[in-house]
């Protein structure tokens, strides 16, 4: 099994960055694909980033232009996400998620944890 638990929201202001973390515990934490997801109220959740359990592989939404940046530190049993050049419709509840494969973690992801807000002001 394993858990998820995201920190490093807040509210920031336009053009600002954030980098979010994923703690992932569990005795194979470390051997799985971690993503990104974001929802905005109203809306549903989107994918944002994976990557894979080496960090050798990464997969982005076409949307995030560049912005965003997914990495990781096994060592740590961590992922990250940096988002630069924060924008107002950044704002919402991102959450990480872990899934054996990258196309596990897009579409079906085993895990997720409970979100961390993001508010970017204007």
Known sequence: QVQLVES???????GGSLRLSCAASGRT????AMGWFRQAPGKERDFLAGISW?????????????????????AKDSVYLQIDSL???DTAVYY????????RVRYTPDY???GTQVTVSS
Do not use: M
């Open 96 to 103: 990480c998620a872990a899934g054996p494969n990258l196309a």
């Open 87 to 89: 924008k107002p419709e």
């Open 112 to 114: 997720w944890g409970q």
């Open 29 to 32: 934490a470390s051997t799985y």
């Open 8 to 14: 490093g929201g807040g509210l920031v202001q336009a």
């Open 54 to 74: 080496s960090g050798g592989t990464t997969d982005y939404a076409d949307s995030l232009k560049g912005r965003f940046t997914i990495s990781r530190d096994n």
